[in-house]
Every structure is written in C-alpha cells, then in structure tokens.
T-cell receptor, first 112, second 117 residues
C-alpha cells in the first residue's frame, strides 16, 4: 500500500463548479502538506502548503488538513477551464530534508 | 527566466545506451532534488544534494544511476545501460537553504522526458 493515496479521477465539472480533491495518508509523522498543479508535459507547480492541521485559503483555493483522520483536501471555488490539470498532493517529514512523498494525482477537466 | 532549467527536454535512446541529463537550479538554492515520474504516477524521490554533497539516495536509484553536483551549482543525472523501464520524466527541483524545522518551497523544472526503445 502506498503511503499517500489519491483518487486518480478523471474528474469533469462544469465551469463555475466547486471542486473537491482529496488525499489520504498512512504516516502520521508527515508535517507539511502541499498541493501541486501539473499541466501536461510540465513540471509540478506549488499551489499551497499547510503545516499540521487546519485550513488555509488563497484566492479561489482552500486547503484543509485533518491529521486525526490522515486526510487532506483541496477545494477550488468558481472553477475555470484554465484549472484543467492534474493535481498532486505531497507530504514532507521534516526529518527528511524536504524529500516529498507524492500522491499519483487527480486529473481535472473544467468544461466551459 | 530565472527558474529551474533542465536539458534536454526530450531524449530518445536505444536500450543499452548511456544518457546524461542536466539540471540548473535557481541561483543561490543550496538544495537540489531529482525525482522520477512515470505516466499516471506522482513523482518519486531519487536523490538530493545539499550544496555539492549527495546526502540521500532512494533504493529506486540502482547502481546504473549516478548523480553529481560539482561545485554545488548544476547537477547531472547519468543512467548507464538504459532499460525500457527507465522510460519516464526526470524532474529536478531546487529549494533555498532551510533549517530542519522549517519548510521551503521546492521549485520544479520542466523535466526531461526519456524514452528508451
């Protein structure tokens, strides 16, 4: 079993919809939780990161971490066609010098 | 453009050949990471450098793989005697100096896509 599990989708929503993306993990020692966006044939781009439990909001994006359930979420409000991409969650153990453990990504398509 | 750059962007080679990829990190970033990403999977950690020192290697990095970061600037990843299973996107990322108790963003390059025929 992988340390980080992510539903691969694909997920297709109409423009303007609220999108919910999720990951579960098994290692309770993870301390930083990141969401990356990856367009086809490009490198991942960091969207948001969260330390420990709680919520963090940045524009249309909200990240939530529930360490008790080992569950993280990314919400996208008012989704746009330009949000169509693969979304990767990633996690870091601080003792591992920034080495990230990634989920396998969820492919999102936002239809105009 | 002052981001992470990788060269080449694409490489097609025949099984058994050696290939070398280069990564130029963002200036002043002392940490450099290599990841491998296959289709439909997330990136998997291969190795990382702090300045010129290679501090950790994944068990994914067989003895056919070697990475260097001379003078703590650019890095190279060499694969000897390539196999079809080596076909993947090889991603490089860099981050600035960080303490053990803090997080600094890793900036990823565009990757080198390797196809082994």
């Amino acid at each position: 079993q992988k340390e980080v599990e992510q539903d691969p989708g694909p997920l297709s929503v109409p423009e303007g919809a609220i999108v919910s993306l999720n990951c579960t993990y098994s290692n309770s020692a993870f301390q930083y939780f990141m969401w990356y966006r990856q367009y086809s044939r490009k490198g991942p781009e960091l969207l948001m990161y969260t330390y420990s439990s709680g919520n963090k909001e940045d524009g249309r994006f909200t990240a939530q971490v529930d360490k008790s359930s080992k569950y993280i979420s990314l919400f996208i409000r008012d989704s746009q066609p330009s949000d169509s991409a693969t979304y990767l969650c990633a996690m870091i153990l601080l003792t591992n010098a920034g080495k990230s453990t990634f989920g396998d990504g969820t492919t999102l398509t936002v239809k105009p | 453009d002052t981001g992470v750059s990788q060269d080449p962007r694409h490489k097609i080679t025949k099984r058994g050949q050696n290939v070398t990829f280069r990564c130029d990190p963002i200036s002043e970033h002392n940490r450099l990471y290599w990841y491998r990403q296959t289709l439909g999977q997330g990136p998997e950690f291969l190795t990382y450098f702090q300045n010129e020192a290679q501090l950790e290697k994944s068990r994914l990095l067989s003895d056919r793989f070697s990475a260097e970061r001379p003078k703590g600037s650019f890095s190279t990843l060499e694969i000897q005697r390539t196999e079809q299973g080596d076909s993947a996107m090889y991603l490089c990322a860099s981050s600035p100096r960080t303490s053990r108790s803090s997080y600094n963003e890793q900036f990823f390059g565009p990757g080198t896509r390797l196809t082994v025929l």
